[in-house]
């Protein structure tokens, strides 16, 4: 349970996919422009990693192993294209925020990093926990991201602009890097 | 394992693959086509501000001659391609019976976040200064273009105007969407 906990903080922190392995850095720039749009993306990006990486880590040893790349866009394909139309479905208003970013999760390669470094190589419950701490540490640097763009944005418009995603996202990477420079 | 058996296990994924997503596309095909009219209907609703079009059925693309259900004609709905600073802005502007637009939107653009969305009506009332003009008084000027987003404005001043004129020209249609009491 504690290596949950440990594995947690890493994710959020020093894992960070987002600030700590400069991962999925596209569609974070672009759609956290305001909290909502970021929650969405948050939310399909985090269903899409989950259920691709158990799925992977469910068909591991049938999946052949040197067309293991296809095999995995397959998978990923299935689950970010299911997330899409769900939310089309039933969360009409926030997908026509987010619809462009919605269907590219399929290229995101935070999800692919994990399929091909995790849950090809583990078990089903080891991949489940992998990818609840990526995904939430994924949707911690959305959320800080689009929270910090909306609220500077209200007095400095340039902050909802794309180079004030450039600016805004480099001080963070900046700010999580600072502390580690020593002991580096 | 061989080439062949890869490709066989390869093509068995992607058949369940296919066969998901197809069962995904039916559980939620109805439901997205109800949005997306129901989507078309709120913007009717916003151009006009006449809640009576949330009631609006039938077909829902540009042009449109909305009637009430004894057949007086209410609006006449167009769609309008006008070119912007950043590409493409789409209008739609809706027309009363005496021929004075009854409001605009952009209901799509790539103008500049925090400048050229000026023209969008949710985020600033300048659209809303088309209403109850027509094609004369907006060549005289009844419009003011917005410094700084001049080229954006301009462009949908110029598009308002050309539509009107195009609709002025065109010849009148039947009703194509009736209201119903």
């Known amino acids: 349970m504690s290596s949950t906990i440990d594995e947690l903080k890493m994710s959020a922190w020093r894992d960070n996919p987002a600030w700590g392995q400069l991962l999925g850095l596209c569609p974070l720039l ?8 970021a929650t969405g993306l948050a939310i399909a990006s985090f269903c899409v990693l989950v259920t691709s990486n158990v799925t992977i880590s469910a068909i591991r040893r049938f999946a052949p192993d040197h067309v293991r790349l296809p095999a995995f866009m397959l998978v990923i394909g299935l689950c970010a294209t299911t997330v899409t139309l769900l939310m089309q479905a039933f969360a009409f208003e926030l997908y026509e925020r987010i619809a462009l970013y919605a269907q590219l999760t399929v290229a995101n390669c935070v999800i692919l990093a994990h399929a091909e470094r995790v849950a090809r190589r583990q078990a089903i419950h080891r991949a489940l926990i992998d990818s609840v701490t990526t995904g939430l540490g994924f949707a911690l640097a ?4 689009g929270a910090t763009r909306e609220l500077v944005g209200l007095g400095l418009p340039l902050a ?4 004030g995603a450039f600016l805004i996202a480099g001080l963070l990477i900046a700010l999580k890097n600072a502390p580690w420079r020593d002991d580096a | 394992m061989t080439m062949v058996a890869s490709s066989l296990r390869l093509a068995l994924l992607g058949t369940v ?3 998901l997503l197809a069962g995904v596309d039916a559980v939620t095909r109805g439901q997205i086509l109800a949005n997306e009219q129901r989507g078309l209907v709120r913007v009717f609703v916003d151009v006009t501000g006449d809640g009576r079009l949330a009631k609006l059925t039938g077909p829902l693309t540009p042009p449109l001659t909305v009637c009430t259900a004894a057949g007086t004609p209410l609006y006449a709905v167009y769609g309008h391609t006008a070119r912007g600073y950043a590409g493409v802005i789409q209008l739609l502007l809706a027309v009363d019976a005496a021929g004075k637009v009854a409001g605009v939107r952009a ?9 050229g969305d000026v023209i969008d009506g949710g985020k600033s009332d300048w659209i809303r200064s088309f209403d109850g003009l027509t094609a004369a008084s907006l060549s005289a000027g009844a419009v003011d273009v917005v410094s ?3 080229v954006t404005t301009r462009a949908v001043i110029d598009g308002v105007r050309d539509a009107l004129i195009d609709a002025a020209s065109a010849p009148s ?9």
């Open chain 1, 30 to 37: 672009a759609v956290t422009t305001s909290v909502t749009n």
């Open chain 1, 142 to 145: 959305l959320l800080v991201l």
């Open chain 1, 160 to 163: 909802a602009l794309p180079p």
């Open chain 2, 17 to 19: 693959v296919a066969a």
């Open chain 2, 107 to 115: 209901i799509s653009h790539r103008e500049t976040a925090g400048i």
């Open chain 2, 148 to 150: 700084g987003a001049s």
């Open chain 2, 173 to 181: 249609q039947g009703c194509s969407n009736v209201l119903d009491d």
